[in-house]
């Protein structure tokens, strides 16, 4: 499966929108961009994910390049609960996710 | 969205008993789930594949005799740590398949310590 980079961290202010990067360079044709988010001591919750086409949900809005080597997840308005560690994952054909570190987005008051 | 939960959230147990962990999916049928392990400050890995009827298909370095995993219906995936051991200790999180979006939901977690 394709590796993802993403930055170790980053933050920015309530109410604004929180842009977060991922690297995808080795990805495959058939191969989906997922993102998930980890609060501190729960289970990852799923938020978006997509192929070659931007998607936008409730919760967020993906943009892949049109090269599908990086993308961007959007939360157009952040607030203080968004703070978690985003995965941005490459999704093979058998299913599987492999989690790398993430980032750390820090939403601050 | 698909609700994915898992029983018990929080155990405690001494060395050397098994525990068993429950996963369920709610409001869906699941032919596939999934195991992971996230120890402090670490990101989730992978432990093994749940397929429903069928063996489990365990990661590499994951001992399938002392994480028994069994998928016996479309909504139940259980784990038993056998003869745990405190470096067991650690967050075991599922998730499941939802055909409809082929896409995984996860679980709460469970938070095993082994005294």
């Known amino acids: 499966d394709a590796k993802t980079t993403q930055p170790t961290s980053m933050d920015c202010a309530e109410g604004r929108a929180a842009n977060l990067p991922c690297n995808h360079s080795?990805?495959?044709?058939?191969?989906?961009v997922y993102w998930y988010r980890q609060i501190h001591s729960q289970g990852p919750q799923y938020i978006i994910h997509?192929?070659?086409n931007n998607e936008t949900n409730e919760m967020a809005s993906l943009i892949i390049t049109e090269d599908r080597k990086s993308s961007t997840l959007i939360l157009p308005h952040a607030t203080l609960r968004d703070t978690a560690v985003y995965y941005c994952?490459?999704?093979?054909?058998?299913?599987?996710?492999?989690f790398g570190k993430g980032i750390t987005l820090s939403v601050r008051p | 969205g698909a609700v994915v939960s898992q029983h018990p959230s929080r155990v405690i147990c001494k060395s050397g008993t098994s525990v068993k962990i429950e996963c369920r999916s709610l409001?869906?049928?699941?032919?596939?789930m999934f195991w992971y392990r996230q120890f402090p400050k670490q990101s989730l890995m992978l432990m093994a594949t749940?397929?429903?009827?069928?063996?489990?298909?365990?990661e590499q370095g994951v001992e399938k005799d002392k994480f028994l995993i069994n998928h016996a219906s479309l909504t139940l995936s259980t784990l038993t740590v056998t003869s745990a051991h405190p470096e067991d200790s650690s967050f075991y999180i599922c998730?499941?398949?939802?055909?409809?979006?082929?896409?995984?939901?996860f679980g709460p977690g469970t938070r095993l310590t082994v005294l």
């Open positions: 997509g192929l070659k």
């Open positions: 994952i490459v999704r093979g054909a058998n299913s599987k996710l492999t």
């Open positions: 080795t990805i495959s044709g058939n191969e989906y």
């Open positions: 998730s499941a398949i939802w055909a409809n979006t082929d896409t995984q939901y």
């Open positions: 409001d869906f049928q699941a032919t596939t």
């Open positions: 749940s397929n429903e009827g069928s063996k489990a298909t365990y």
